[in-house]
């Protein structure tokens, strides 16, 4: 079973820039699409950005478009997220999974491959 570790979440005033972490056990990483989605206080989980497993596309929700950059060390079987023009309504748990079909980029539902990770939570003030 792999086991998802996210980091770098803080406190961070409107405008800032920061970058989450996040770790995965298992041997199979580079074989799956990854995502980071991120539910705010009140709100769904959604999908916010995802790259696909071979690193040639990525996917990124309307509401960070622009903002935010995921990437992916397979090597290191991490895969980041870059925020910056930080916003308040960026405030969220945000979690790394890998999804089950690429097909969620393209507005379908979307599902994840394994358990959940404890989340890393940002909080924007202005």
């Known amino acids: 079973q792999v086991q998802l570790v996210e980091s770098g979440g803080r406190l961070v005033q409107a405008g800032g820039s920061l970058r989450f972490s996040c770790a995965a056990s298992g041997r199979t990483f580079s074989s799956y699409s990854m995502a980071w989605l991120r539910q705010a206080p009140g709100k769904d989980r959604a999908l916010a950005a995802a790259i696909h497993w071979a690193g040639r596309s990525t996917y990124y929700a309307d509401s960070v478009k622009g903002r935010f950059t995921i990437s992916r060390d397979n090597a290191k079987k991490t895969v980041y997220l870059q925020m910056s023009s930080l916003k308040f309504e960026d405030t969220a748990v945000y979690y790394c999974?890998?999804?089950?079909?690429?097909?969620?980029?393209?507005?379908?539902?979307?599902?994840?491959?394994?358990?959940w990770g404890q989340g890393t939570q940002v909080t924007v003030y202005s």
């Open positions: 999974n890998a999804l089950s079909s690429w097909a969620a980029t393209a507005g379908r539902s979307w599902s994840v491959q394994w358990d």
